[in-house]
């Protein structure tokens, strides 16, 4: 009995993994693959990788304190020295974010450049064919290929590809040109989205140089206070005094320096994005004057892609369907004959019936 419970446990397990397993079959079979998911994704065209961006602006930071000691040297300029080095930890944070804020729009910029050069090649070159039709795509997309561009780099060629496959599948140039305005719209919000760290850096920074003013004015306001109940003479009141007021000078020099790092960012950053912009601009300029200017649609005699068989194809099959409507109709006027000629029968049946019933009567 027991060896037959086991045997219908283990039947059932079998049972179990053999359903599982077609369950994460089917599973796998609706999941897109990382081809499908990745085909237009141009985020890399404008996003810039965070990790190597801070690696970068720390290098920089290191740089720029390193620098700073040369200040150091001279009494003169010893108090930018004393700006960054005796003002606590909230200059070094300050530099670090704007550091790191410059190296963003650098490796931004290098986009911008690469982007620039795409524009400056014939992506749909003339000499293929003056016009684009569902004929010649495929050369065209093999020129694009060619060029060597990665398309997640570029807004131009990932929107020429995406505007070619449409319309090889579509074959309507007004859906070809809402798409390629739905993606023009895609590229404006992915740039724009790519500033939001770089602009909560701008917010941040003017942030922390007030945290740090505070700051500064709660130390020297807690050790005035903490003096000034053993302090009798009134010298050493004022002493105590232009102690106070010397550190609260150096508290706003905090302030100071954030102000003029969030105006250092703050100004190439709106270069930065301008130029972004009028980059999408040109692409928009550039598919309407390159790309859907140049568009035929396949007419209905050149439907079957030109060849003369097709077209004789399509009008005998259009006369064999004249022939059927034809018989058609003439089946329907027999059918028609034939109800009227047995309604005429028995309305004289029924008109000869009458006199009999009258005659009787």
């Not at 500033?195 to 004015?217: C, D, E, Q």
């Not at 029968?345 to 009258?358: C, H, R």
Request: aromatic share 10%.
């Amino acid at each position: 009995m027991e060896i037959i419970v086991f045997m219908a446990q283990q039947k059932g397990t079998v049972r179990k993994i053999a359903v599982d397993k077609e369950k994460f079959t089917q599973i796998n079979v609706m999941q897109r693959s990382a081809g499908e998911m990745g085909k237009f994704d141009n985020a890399s065209a404008t996003s810039v990788p965070m990790a190597k961006a801070a690696l970068l602006g720390l290098a920089l930071g290191v740089a720029f304190y390193l620098f700073i000691l040369v200040f150091h040297i001279s009494e003169s300029t010893n108090v930018i020295y004393l700006y960054f080095y005796d003002r606590g930890w909230v200059p070094f944070v300050l530099t670090y974010l704007t550091c790191w804020s410059f190296a963003i729009l650098w490796f931004k910029r290098r986009k911008l450049m690469n982007q620039l050069s795409v524009i400056q090649f014939k992506v749909l070159p003339e000499e293929i064919s003056e016009d684009i039709r569902v004929e010649n795509l495929s050369h065209f997309e093999a020129h694009v290929k060619r060029l060597g561009f990665d398309p997640k780099e570029s807004f131009l060629i990932t929107r020429i590809l995406r505007g070619l496959e449409h319309f090889r599948v579509r074959r309507n140039h007004s859906e070809t040109a809402d798409v390629l305005s739905s993606q023009s719209e895609i590229d404006a919000t992915m740039v724009e989205s790519s500033y939001v760290i770089i602009k909560v850096f701008i917010w941040a920074i003017p942030i922390l140089g007030f945290i740090g003013t505070v700051l500064g004015i709660s130390d020297a306001v807690s050790s005035f206070g903490g003096e000034m109940g053993a302090a009798a003479d009134i010298a050493v009141i004022k002493e105590k005094l232009g102690q106070v007021t010397g550190g609260l000078s150096e508290a706003f020099d905090t302030t100071l320096v954030s102000l003029v790092f969030s105006l250092f960012v703050m100004f190439p950053t709106s270069m930065m994005q301008k130029a972004e912009e009028d980059l999408l601009n040109k692409v928009d300029e550039y598919c309407n004057e390159y790309f859907l200017k140049r568009l035929r649609e396949p007419t209905d005699s050149v439907h079957g892609s030109g060849d003369p068989s097709a077209l004789l194809q399509r009008i005998e099959n259009l006369q064999a369907y004249l022939v059927q409507v034809q018989e058609s109709q003439t089946y329907v006027a027999e059918q028609m004959t034939h109800v009227a000629h047995h309604y005429a029968a028995l309305a004289g049946v029924e008109s000869a019936n009458e006199p009999e019933a009258d005659q009787q009567g």
